[in-house]
């Protein structure tokens, strides 16, 4: 079965750095696009970032970019967020999914906290 395993939250500074990793299994990895959301309390899901199938084109939340980077590895069936710069509002749980626009399955999540 199709299963998204999110790893590498935490409680991190005010202009710290986490990357996110999210293993993938029970499918053909490299045959799907993959997407980061979050989701802060009382807020709805965001889209985060987008990457492509053959991780070629990605795609952020304007509020994300420039500080955030997704990529893949398809050999390792795993996509990953790098967070840079992170800020107090980046506090959320964060979740990896399969597709892009209206994903079909989710992990878990991961914590992310950012405070001092």
């Known amino acids: 079965q199709v299963q998204l395993v999110e790893s590498g939250g935490g409680l991190v500074q005010p202009g710290g750095s986490l990357r996110l990793s999210c293993a993938a299994s029970?499918?053909?990895?490299?045959?799907?696009?993959m997407s980061w959301y979050r989701q802060a309390p009382g807020k709805e899901r965001e889209l985060v970032a987008t990457?492509?199938?053959?991780?070629?084109?990605?795609m952020y939340a304007d509020s994300m970019e420039g500080r955030f980077t997704i990529s893949r590895d398809n050999a390792e069936n795993t996509v990953y967020l790098q967070m840079n710069n992170l800020k107090p509002e980046d506090t959320a749980v964060y979740y990896c999914?399969?597709?892009?626009?209206?994903?079909?399955?989710w992990g878990q999540g991961t914590q992310v906290t950012v405070s001092s």
């Open positions: 029970g499918f053909t990895f490299s045959s799907y696009p």
């Open positions: 990457i492509s199938r053959s991780g070629g084109t990605t």
């Open positions: 999914s399969r597709g892009w626009g209206n994903p079909d399955y």
